[in-house]
């Protein structure tokens, strides 16, 4: 099984999203041997819901997170997971600060997978909560990609 960690500031809106979408891609393509899960950098949000902005994405995906709490990242989890995947680079040094240094080569941004590499804007404070979600749908695409051209799926 290969363990993607999808990770944001507060778990509520990129991460979440990420998470779900990529899970359901998967479930789309019927692909199995990979888990994603999501986690949040800070502390601010643990135990809350997903953002209003994100949910009402993924209802009108029709895609269930209605279990999801936001929770952080722990250096556990680095060894845990096989890829950590940040939203944009403040994540990613948070993220390198939590798991430490060892785990820097399972550490990479989202849109690295794509053609247009660079961060996601948080919706939190664009409330561009659709530009969030093509972004956040080209790079798991580009994910699934790069897990085919590496032979893990």
Known sequence: MYRILFVCHGNICRSPMAEFVFADMLKKRG??????????????EIGNPVHYGTAAVLRRLGIDFSAKRARQMTRADAGEYD??????????????????????????????????????????YTGEFETTYRDISEGCEGLIDWLYGEGII
């Open 83 to 124: 890829l950590l995947i940040g939203m944009d680079g403040a994540n990613i040094r948070n993220m390198t600060r939590i798991a430490g240094e060892k785990y820097a080569g399972k550490l990479r941004l989202l849109l690295d997978f794509t053609h247009r590499p660079g961060n996601i804007a948080d919706p939190w």
């Open 31 to 44: 692909i199995t041997g990979v888990f994603a899960a999501s986690a949040a950098t800070s502390t601010e």
